[in-house]
Nanobody
């Protein structure tokens, strides 16, 4: 599957952004989808994941209550709505696809990756 992420930008603390990731190449609704991020000098970390139907979602603790992952299978797109952004959220955000949500927090478990979109939050 090919993934194309977009929606990043430069915002101030407290602002919102919505990232989108469009998928192509195979049946999108078969895949679990996820978002990861990587800040300079740090390892890629899990942010959020969603199962094929959208009925189950998972978040890392630092974004719970602020970020929402969702998907529109008719549009082959997964979203990450980010509210109340903080400078610590600054990173390149990547979307990813996998057959299922086993070990979803492990980056190595995800088979397909998008190119990344930069999110910069100023204080």
């Amino acid at each position: 599957v090919q993934l194309q992420a977009c929606g990043g930008g430069l915002v101030q603390a407290g602002d919102s952004l919505r990232l989108s990731c469009a998928a192509s190449g195979r049946t999108f609704s078969d895949d679990a989808m996820g978002w990861f991020r990587q800040a300079p000098g740090k390892e890629r970390e899990f942010v959020a994941a969603i199962n094929w139907s959208g009925s189950r979602t998972y978040y890392t603790d630092s974004v719970k209550g602020r970020f929402t992952i969702s998907r529109d299978n008719a549009k082959n797109t997964v979203y990450l709505q980010m509210n109340s952004l903080k400078p610590d959220d600054t990173a390149v955000y990547y979307c990813a696809a996998a057959d299922n949500l086993m070990r979803y927090m492990e980056a190595t478990k995800w088979g397909s990756w998008g190119q990344g979109t930069q999110v910069t939050v100023s204080s």
